[in-house]
């Protein structure tokens, strides 16, 4: 199944180029700002001018730590030799590790700013972020970028720069794993009264399975490989402590005084 080349550049003004990566980021956004004035409006906490400023700063974090964090945990040799790379965000290289540290400042910020407690507020954006992810992901498969690990299913595709081997198209699995499924968990979970760190702990637990369950099909970042065992990638150890945390996080959640 060969892969539908999509022109990364969705608009050309002169010399303005508009890129589907920006694009789905921008929607990720929006998706994050109408979740958020719906869960403010059944909230008796939140205001609406909070959830605009709320997402102000969720944009910076995610921009910087995602892009931060993935120079620094996959890119950094390249980084070395060319720091510029670092301003490049329209040809991809974003982490949602990176991106998540990122958020966590930028949501300690706010709540400073607001007198609200930290894990208030990560409770209340974690149901924001799947269908974000799930949409950058989407942009990832429009750039043809972060491809799977070759394969013979029927929907393997043929990825340009990948070689002439199909492969698992890893973004949609990540897509509809990352985006779709995690976001039913944490919305539905959410939608009924939880203890302080629990929405925040199952969206963290939630998402450490299902990336390291995808990252089974994705192509280990050709300059990492596999860091050990032939078998554990970047991705799936990061995700290990992403999931501890998590799971500290609900049983603190349900067991402190």
Known sequence: MLYPEIDPV??????????????????????????????????????????????????????????????????????????????????????????LLGVLLAMLLFAKKYHKTFYAVTDFVSPLVPLGLGLGRVGNFINGELWGRVSDVPWAMVFPNAGPLARHPSQLYQAFLEGVVLFIIVWVFSSKPRPTMAVSGVFALGYAILRIFSEMFREPDAHLGFLFLNFITMGQLLSVVLGIWGILLIYFAYHKK
């Open 10 to 99: 969705a608009l050309s003004l002169g010399p303005i180029k508009v890129y589907w990566y920006g694009i789905m980021y921008m929607l990720a956004f929006l998706s994050a700002w109408y979740l958020a004035r719906v869960r403010a409006k059944k909230s008796a906490t939140w205001t609406i001018p909070q959830v605009n400023d709320l997402i102000f700063y969720g944009v910076f974090g995610v921009i910087l730590g995602g892009r931060i964090g993935y120079i620094l945990f996959y890119n950094f040799s390249d980084f070395i030799h060319d720091p510029l790379i670092l301003l490049k965000i329209w040809q991809g290289g974003m982490s949602f590790h990176g991106g």
